[in-house]
């Protein structure tokens, strides 16, 4: 299957601070890429979704000005939490459509953020 | 009700039998269905998809999909202690679209 790297896999940060966190893909290049947030011992919850080089659609109820996302290449797209709360504090994870023709997703490992 | 739906479980299996997992969808106008395991702290991992009704077997994996009933399943053959994880089936209405989860199925698979 294909390979996604997300970094860092966790961070700790203050209230009121940014944190940024990439996902890159390896070994394909993608056109459309999602981030999911998920809660523990509840499922993925689709934040949003990205198109490279456009902006990205965000799921109802999610705030575009808080989760800054950035579709910068085919390989890597960014999450900027901004002005972190600990009600942030969740599982990130991101996952690329392949581009083998098929509609299959592939997850990154996750970013565990944890807001103090 | 929701759009995919799993029993949350656990579904508690004795090791080497077969584990059954079981998924309804409401969208008839489905294209996709997948499964994915996911460990404890870990991301989703794929096991396989499937497209078309029938069954569809990889390894000791075997997905069957009834498009008629809104269906899609799991067998899990000769279970493991490591295949103990909670199962997550999606369902994608269309190529290129997003995915939807179920809630997932905890499989504790015992020595």
Redesign the interface.
């Known amino acids: 299957?294909a390979v996604v790297s997300q970094h860092p896999s966790w961070v700790i940060c203050k209230s009121g601070t940014s944190v940024k966190i990439e996902c890159r893909s390896l070994d394909f290049q993608a056109t459309?890429m999602?981030w999911y947030r998920q809660f523990p011992k509840?499922?993925?919850m689709?934040m949003a979704?990205s198109n490279e080089g456009s902006k990205a659609t965000y799921e109802q109820g999610v705030e575009k000005d808080k989760f800054l996302i950035n579709h910068a290449s085919l390989t890597l797209s960014t999450l900027t939490v901004t002005s972190a709360h600990p009600e942030d504090s969740s599982?990130y994870?991101c996952s690329f459509?392949a581009g083998d023709g098929?509609?299959?997703?592939?997850?990154?490992?996750?970013t565990?953020l944890t807001v103090l | 009700q929701k759009e995919v739906e799993q029993n949350s479980g656990p579904l508690s299996v004795p090791e080497g039998a077969i584990a059954s997992l079981n998924c309804t969808y409401s969208d008839r106008g489905s294209q996709s269905f997948f499964w994915y395991r996911q460990y404890s702290g870990k991301s989703p991992e794929l096991i396989m998809s499937i497209y078309s009704n029938g069954d569809k077997e990889d390894g000791r994996f075997t997905a069957q999909l009834n498009k008629a009933s809104q269906y899609v399943s799991l067998l899990i053959r000769d279970s493991q202690p490591s295949d103990s994880a909670t199962y997550l089936c999606a369902v994608n209405k269309a190529a290129g679209n997003k995915l939807t989860f179920g809630g997932g199925t905890r499989v504790l698979v015992k020595p």
């Open positions: 299957g459309t999602f509840q499922s993925l689709l979704t599982f994870i459509i098929t509609d299959t997703q592939y997850f990154g490992p996750g565990r």
